[in-house]
């Protein structure tokens, strides 16, 4: 989902409520009450925040069910936003999102870094980073040509069955901004 809206942005820059949609995306369906034991909050808490996701349409509640404890699904498994807005308040928004998003994957690199992976997952997960001269259409089809590597993966969450039975959710996060030019410091 391509978010364009500065108030849909507001909405998702939430450290807790980027973790519910990621949850909400491993656990495939869940309610409020399943998602604050996971997340250690009461159920009151997490039911207002999946409201609020609810609202701006990044979630929605899975269809027939009834009753009080009924689940909630995620809409699109990919949330995509442009830092470069045409206005100062969709400015503003972006990059508060942006901020929110870069310290959540932050600290969950640092978290997965000093962690002991499984033995059949060690050295099949990598780390690294590039710097690169390009130009502004080359960066547009290297992002492009990522999603396009990605795409046949992330179907796998809308079709449970298609998961591999030995596979894991595994986070990619992938990222390009300009480095700052050394003579204009």
Request: charge should be negative; hydrophobic fraction near 35%.
């Amino acid at each position: 989902m391509k978010i364009k809206d500065p108030k849909a942005m507001r909405a998702l820059a939430h450290p807790l409520r980027i973790q519910l949609l990621e949850l909400l995306a491993i656990e495939g369906t869940a309610t409020a009450t399943r998602l604050g034991e996971l997340v250690d909050e009461n159920p009151s808490n997490c039911s207002f925040h999946l409201r609020v996701l609810a609202k701006f349409g990044y979630i929605e509640r899975v269809p027939g069910q009834t009753g009080r404890d009924r689940p909630w699904r995620l809409v699109d498994i990919e949330q995509t936003w442009d830092s470069e807005q045409p206005d100062e308040d969709s400015r503003s928004a972006a990059s508060a999102l942006s901020q929110v998003f870069l310290d959540w994957e932050y600290s969950r690199m640092k978290a997965a870094a000093s962690a002991v992976a499984p033995e059949e997952w060690k050295g099949k997960l990598s780390n690294g980073g590039a710097t690169l001269w390009l130009t502004p259409e080359e960066a547009e089809h290297l992002g492009q040509a990522i999603a396009q590597l990605i795409s046949p993966y992330t179907e796998r969450w809308q079709e449970p069955d298609t998961r591999p039975a030995d596979g894991r959710p595994v986070r990619l996060f992938h990222n390009t901004y300009l480095l700052p030019n050394p003579e204009q410091r």
